[in-house]
């Protein structure tokens, strides 16, 4: 009848360990939930950020296009003008 006792003893304290291992793991997978949750939003919020720095970035290379596009419109207004002397004082020669 002792070892019957001493088997059941050694069984409750395995079954004690294992439920000890159980609450352990439940508290595990609770943060690790918390942790899945967290990480989801910050994946949203980079992607967010992404967005608004991609729309920076289209904004800034329309800015620095500006003077690029500015000086291409002088340098075609002073070769229209240059061209337009130039056949002006052509006809003026052969006429004249």
Known sequence: ?????IVLERHEQKINALEKDIISLR??????????KTLITLAAELKHTNQHLERHERKLEEID????????QIITAIIAAISGGVITYIISLIGG
């Open 65 to 72: 296009n500006q003077p690029k596009n500015r000086l291409n």
């Open 27 to 36: 508290d595990v997978q609770t943060e690790i939930r918390s942790m899945n």
């Open 1 to 5: 009848m002792e070892d019957a006792q």
